[in-house]
């Protein structure tokens, strides 16, 4: 028989985890289902407003009970090295959340012995990996905030390590449970026949286009259309992106993405039953309702396999756009992420 080295191993075991082996089916994810891990939260990084949003809800006297006594402990304040946007917000977040009743501490090792669970917030995807290993070696619940990694072969990697470590994790934009959504969810609109989503794009030199403020609005298409994109194509200038997603089903789903004039969140979905317009946007607080009750029983909201294929669609929008809108085909992004991801832990 012949010897399989890890890199092969892990390219197998990876596109079998998100529905892309050669059958083409789709695995349940372990869920690691496990007793309540408690309720002390700890944030590692302060360079985002999302950090102090959740502190406010979550540390409110007046909290509701869907947050069922969790509360902001500690945060690790570190965020990006060098995306200007972010380093220049730290001192005024940090603080903004000792207000809050937040300890601040100066190394992520020291946070994990005050929390139970983990919101990782850094902005800048690419410190994700790094972040997130110590935090599943100490066996810790963690959201990562969007975006996931600032590559797909990084989130595989922080995926791969879940799985090592037996701890679960997801990550998702505020945007999935954006006003409306649920009617698409329950099927009132019938089945899904296609959907055109927008969001803003600003565009950050250090991530890949989509990958840093896009990923709102492809996050928006997904939760409507579910897995299953083949293929990608994009077309592109400086104030407008649009991109044009294939299902394996003949389905259409495209994402606008908005750089100049009005900025907004929204969408349009297409079903057998009716046609049903999204928005307005819902906060913070419907995705912070779905992390604790993830905090409380380790069962995930959002999959692997869906958040895996919502950061392959937006690195195939970028080969589209280098190859002049040439179509890009999903599972050779996959598969190339994750050769790309054997090693990085």
């Known amino acids: 028989m012949k010897k399989t080295g890890r890199r092969e191993f892990l390219l197998t075991t990876t596109l079998s985890g998100i529905g892309l082996s050669l059958t083409g089916s789709v695995l349940k994810s372990n ?3 496990s007793k309540n891990a408690g309720n002390r939260i700890g944030i590692i990084g302060l360079d985002t407003s999302h950090s102090i949003a959740f502190t406010k809800s979550l540390n409110n006297p007046e909290a509701g009970a869907e947050f069922a006594g969790f509360k902001v402990v500690a945060a690790y304040p570190k965020g ?91 990550s998702s934009s505020s945007l999935r449970y954006i006003n409306g959504m649920d009617e698409v969810i329950s099927g009132k609109i019938g089945k899904v026949l296609g959907a055109e989503t927008y ?20 996050e928006t298409l997904f939760t409507a259309m579910g897995t299953g994109c083949k293929s990608v194509v994009r077309v592109s200038n400086d104030d407008t992106d649009l991109v044009i997603g294939t299902w394996e089903d003949d389905r259409i789903g495209t ?19 009716a046609i049903k317009v999204l928005g307005n946007y819902a906060g913070y607080n419907p995705l912070l309702v779905q992390i604790i009750q993830f905090f409380k029983t380790g069962i995930v909201p959002v999959k692997e396999e869906e958040t895996l294929e919502i950061l392959a669609f937006m690195e195939a929008a970028d080969l589209s756009k280098a190859k002049g809108g040439k179509a ?15 090693g990085k832990f």
Request: glycine share 8%; hydrophobic share 45%; no cysteine.
């Open 199 to 218: 969001s803003p794009a600003k565009l950050e030199k250090t991530h890949p286009d989509l990958f840093w403020y896009g990923i709102h609005g492809v």
């Open 255 to 273: 994402f606008r993405g908005i750089r100049k004039g009005k900025e907004d969140y929204g969408g349009t979905v297409f079903g057998e039953k």
């Open 80 to 170: 990006s090295n060098d995306i200007e946007s972010s380093v220049s917000r730290i001192p005024g977040y940090i603080t903004e959340i000792q207000k809050y009743g937040v300890e601040i501490v100066d190394s992520i090792d020291l946070l994990l012995t005050k929390v139970d669970v983990v919101l990782l917030e850094t902005n800048d995807g690419r410190l994700h990996l790094e972040q997130a290993l110590p935090v599943l070696k100490a066996g810790k619940r963690m959201f990562i905030d969007k975006p996931m990694a600032a590559s797909l072969a990084d989130a595989i990697a922080i995926f791969e390590a879940s799985k090592k470590f037996k701890v679960p994790i997801f």
């Open 31 to 33: 869920n690691f289902l």
């Open 328 to 342: 890009v085909k999903i599972k050779a992004v996959m598969e190339k992420a994750a050769k790309k991801a054997a």
